[in-house]
C-alpha cells in the first residue's frame, strides 16, 4: 500500500512569510495529525483529526497555525506569519481510526527554514 | 501519559542482538507501550507495542517486565540498517497519543 505521502520536502523562506504543507494519508485512513520535530527533539504533536473533525489541537499555536482536513482526506497545515522557531520538520501521520488498536503511519515530513 | 526514561546512546555490533532498556515506572493499567524508530531524514517507523505480555512481529521482540515497570525491545540480529533513534512511548490504547522523549540513538557498527 502507498505510504503517507507530503509536499513539498524541503521549504525555506523568510521570517513574517507565510507557508503551507500538504498531506494525504494511507487511503482508508481516518485519523490524521500533525506532528512538529525540532533538531534534535522527538515529534510533538500538534493537531490530530477524525476524518474532517479536531480531536485535539491543544498543542498548536492557533495565533499563526492552521490546518484543515475538509473532505476527511487531504489536509493542509499552514503557518502565517513564520518566526525563526519555526524551523523544524513537519511530519503528517496517519491511522486507521481514533480510538481503533492501530499504529500510527509517517511521512518523511516537510522540513522548514526560517531565514 | 506515563513519562519513559531511555539511554541517550547505545552501540551494537552488526549481527548480534540489540538491547534496548525503557523504564515507565508510573505506566498505568490502562497504557501500551510502544517502540517507533526514526532512521535519519525519514519519519518514525512503527516498530511493535504491548501490554503486558511479551510480543514478537517480524522485527522486533517486547519484554515487559511482569510489575510493567520496564521493557526491552529486541533486535534479533542487528544489521546497519537498523541505526536509528528508537524512541519507547507509553499510550493508552485507542487514544493514540504518542508523546515523544529523546529516544535512544542505536548506531550498528560493522
Known amino acids: 500500500e502507498a505510504g503517507v505521502a507530503q509536499s513539498p520536502r524541503y521549504k525555506i523562506i523568510e521570517k513574517r512569510q507565510s507557508v503551507a504543507f500538504w498531506c494525504n494519508p494511507i487511503?482508508?485512513?481516518?485519523?490524521l495529525y500533525w506532528y512538529q520535530q525540532i533538531l534534535g527533539q522527538g515529534p510533538k504533536l500538534l493537531i490530530q483529526?477524525?476524518?474532517?473533525?479536531?480531536?485535539?489541537d491543544s498543542q498548536l499555536p492557533k495565533d499563526r497555525f492552521s490546518a484543515e482536513r475538509l473532505k476527511g482526506v487531504d489536509s493542509t497545515l499552514k503557518i502565517q506569519p513564520a518566526k525563526l522557531e519555526d524551523s523544524a520538520v513537519y511530519l503528517c501521520?496517519?491511522?486507521?481510526?481514533?480510538?481503533?488498536?492501530?499504529?500510527?503511519?509517517f511521512g518523511d515530513g516537510t522540513r522548514l527554514s526560517i531565514l | 501519559d506515563a513519562k519513559t526514561t531511555q539511554p541517550t546512546s547505545m552501540d551494537c555490533a552488526e549481527g548480534r542482538a540489540a538491547n534496548l532498556p525503557c523504564n515507565h515506572s508510573?505506566?498505568?493499567?490502562?497504557?501500551?507501550v510502544y517502540w517507533y524508530r526514526q532512521i535519519h531524514s525519514q519519519g518514525p517507523q512503527y516498530i511493535i507495542h504491548?501490554?503486558?505480555n511479551n510480543e514478537t512481529n517480524e522485527m522486533a521482540s517486547l519484554i515487559i517486565t511482569e510489575d510493567r515497570k520496564s521493557s526491552t525491545l529486541i533486535l534479533p540480529h542487528a544489521t546497519l540498517r537498523d541505526t536509528a533513534v528508537y524512541y519507547c512511548?507509553?499510550?493508552?490504547?485507542?487514544?493514540?497519543?504518542?508523546?515523544f522523549g529523546q529516544g535512544t540513538r542505536l548506531t550498528i557498527n560493522p
Open positions: 501521520a496517519s491511522s486507521l481510526s481514533y480510538g481503533s488498536n492501530q499504529p500510527q503511519h
Open positions: 487511503s482508508g485512513h481516518a485519523t
Open positions: 483529526f477524525q476524518n474532517n473533525g479536531v480531536v485535539d
Open positions: 508510573t505506566i498505568s493499567g490502562n497504557e501500551y
Open positions: 504491548g501490554l503486558k
Open positions: 512511548i507509553v499510550s493508552v490504547q485507542g487514544a493514540q497519543k504518542l508523546v
